[in-house]
């Protein structure tokens, strides 16, 4: 999956669709998030209304200690940019101890 990912990255630099694909395979790799969270990034910096590199973003930054408010922000955004769409609902849920 990442190959392939890749292989689109050099035929489609400027692609934000190909960057959120990219954080979406990365994502999926035993390293955890932070892979993810570079590509899903620089999709939102190309096109910063596509809604679902911030949805995947505001996942990915949960998954990370200390970016609770990033998360929630991210979510914010693909509420912004498609009103109406069904969001993780990580905002509503309570802060555990020691963490932001």
């Known amino acids: 999956m990442v190959p392939d990912q ?19 395979a990365l ?13 899903y990034r620089k999709a939102v910096r190309m096109d910063p ?21 990033v998360a929630i922000a991210e979510f914010g955004a693909v509420r912004r940019f498609r009103p109406g769409s069904v969001v993780p609902a990580f905002d509503a849920v309570p802060q555990k101890a020691g963490t932001k």
């Open 6 to 24: 890749l292989q689109a990255l050099r035929l489609e630099p400027d692609a934000a669709t190909v960057h959120n694909n990219l954080g979406y």
């Open 27 to 39: 994502s999926k790799m035993p390293q955890g998030p932070g892979g993810a969270i570079a590509g």
């Open 49 to 69: 209304q596509f809604a679902d590199a911030h949805c995947n973003l505001g996942v990915a930054l949960a998954q990370t200690p200390g970016n609770r408010a």
